[in-house]
């Protein structure tokens, strides 16, 4: 029988031969069968959630609500470093030079990412702004949401910090940050579905020691990460109560 | 309160909590800004004492993180909040539910800062085992709402 492994979309596409790396290895030091499924978006890796393909997940917060409360997975691990934040700009030449400076119509670019989205409506809240007197423009990537707001089919956009790192500095020459979330909380986690229970005690001491070897080093560093750190439920619950104040 | 630690011209209140003790502060009319991006967070056991708190959270209420652990979250009370807002609050919780709504808190120099805030009860294991507190910046129209609001409920 073998287990199915995903990854949370959000993270650059230049990672997804790191994750197939990163797979490989753990089945062989778990010996045991592990298929990497990588999904192109939250919701077609939601709808696998919801059949019972996923037993191993490296999940964004939001979706680790559903998977710790609703089914039963464990939170192990997270990287360290710091939380998951995001930003929301626009163009340089906008005149809005903040975000009590945006209007009600305003057009913002995003993708399906629930967090990131979430987390910029709760930043758009001084202005007053909401699903109702804005226009959501969903783009498949990140580049997108960029081109959106250079071609002047968005006011602002949402990225996480990571992805708007990302850009070439010739894109973020033109776009100004109007905001940076500061939530400190939020943060992606790595989580074991109930059919592995037996095995988490085996894979947090895997992932906790992964960055004591070299070929461990390398291998987080190409996914972003210097190091896994050690997470207790407890933890989790925090992180999911204080997500769920942001949902309601 | 200490006045040692009031910066301004303060007027002297005497705030009367649910449980019926007595609490002598000091106010300003000086708002600290919410910081823009910011969450506030903070973690109270079933009895309202602050367990855990993040940075934000002690860098608006100007006590040091030692100070706040271990006291009350009615030390953040501002008396322009009427007592029902925080009956209403407790009701809600105390119920499993959360409660949404938009706070003054008194700082320790006697300033304040509005928040939109949102309490959820920790249910473990079916048990209300804390609450957490979620802050975050709310626009001036829906301050100016409740000022006038929480005005009213104080009959002034």
Same mark, same amino acid.
């Not at chain 1, 005690?201 to 461990?216: A, I, P, Q, S, W």
């Not at chain 2, 940075?55 to 209420?61: A, E, N, P």
């Given at each position: 029988?073998?287990f199915?492994?995903?990854v949370?979309?959000?993270f ?22 592990? =298929?990497?499924?990588?999904?192109d ?10 059949a ?5 997940? =490296?999940?964004?917060p939001f ?7 609703e089914?039963?997975?464990?939170a192990?691990?997270?990287p360290?470093g &710091?939380?998951d934040e ?16 945006l209007?009600p ?7 399906d990412?629930?967090?990131?989205? /979430? ?5 758009l809240?001084p ?11 969903r783009?498949e990537?990140?580049i %997108?949401?960029?081109?959106?707001i ?6 602002? *956009? ?6 708007f790192?990302a850009?070439?500095?010739?894109v973020?020459?033109?776009?100004? !940050? ?5 939530t400190q909380?939020?943060? =992606?986690?790595?989580?074991?579905g109930?059919?592995?229970?037996d095995?988490v ?16 080093r ?10 896994? %750190?050690? !997470?207790?439920?407890?933890? !989790? ?10 949902t309601? | ?14 705030? /009367?909590h649910?449980?019926? /003790?007595?609490?002598?502060v000091y106010v /300003?009319?000086?708002?600290k800004?919410?910081? =823009?991006g ?9 009895a309202g ?5 993040n ?7 100007g006590y040091?993180?030692?100070?706040l ?6 030390l953040l009370?501002?008396?322009g909040m &009427? ?9 809600? !919780?105390?119920? *499993? ?7 003054k808190n008194l ?17 473990r ?8 507190s979620?802050?975050?910046e ?5 301050v100016a709402?409740a ?6 409920m104080?009959? %002034?």
């Open positions: 029988m073998s199915n492994f995903t949370s979309p959000s650059p596409n230049e990672r997804i031969s790191d994750w197939y790396i990163f797979n490989t290895w753990l089945q062989r030091s778990l010996s045991l069968p592990i =298929h990497l499924e990588l999904y978006n939250f919701g077609a890796q939601r709808a696998a959630i919801a019972g393909k996923v037993d191993i997940i =490296h999940a964004n979706d680790a609500s559903l998977l710790v409360r089914k039963g997975f464990r192990i691990a997270r360290e &710091p939380p995001m930003v929301i700009v626009s163009a340089a030449e906008s005149p809005a030079q903040g975000i009590p400076d209007q119509g305003t057009r913002l670019a995003c993708t990412d629930p967090c990131v989205n /979430t987390v910029g409506r709760i930043l809240e202005a007053n702004l909401d699903t109702g007197n804005t226009v959501e423009l783009r990537t990140y %997108q949401v960029a081109k959106a250079l071609r002047g089919e968005a006011d602002i *956009g949402f990225f996480p910090v990571a992805a790192n850009l070439s500095s010739l973020r020459r033109d776009i100004r !940050v109007l905001v940076t979330s500061d909380v939020i943060q =992606h986690v790595f989580l074991v109930p059919a592995l229970h095995r005690d085996e894979m947090t001491h895997l992932l906790l020691t992964m960055h004591e070897t070299d070929k461990g390398s291998m987080l560093e190409a996914l972003g990460a210097s190091r896994w %750190q050690n !997470v207790q439920q407890e933890d !989790v619950e925090f992180m999911i109560d204080i997500i769920s104040t942001l309601q | 309160m200490n006045l040692d630690h009031i910066s301004g011209d303060p007027v002297e209140h005497v705030l /009367t649910a449980d019926g /003790t007595r609490r002598r /300003t009319s000086i708002e800004p919410y910081p =823009h910011k969450l506030i967070v903070s973690r109270t056991d079933t004492i602050i367990t855990q708190c940075q934000s959270f002690v860098d608006m209420s040091a993180r030692e100070e652990i271990g006291q009350p979250h009615s009370r501002h008396p &009427p007592a029902a807002a925080f009956r209403d609050l407790w009701d809600t !919780v105390k119920a *499993g539910h959360q409660w949404h709504g938009y706070v700082r320790k120099d006697g300033g304040h800062y509005w928040v939109h805030a949102a309490v959820v009860p920790n249910i294991n079916g048990e209300i085992v804390g609450y957490t979620v802050r975050r709310p626009s001036r129209e829906h709402a000022e006038l609001q929480y005005r009213e104080n009959g %002034q």
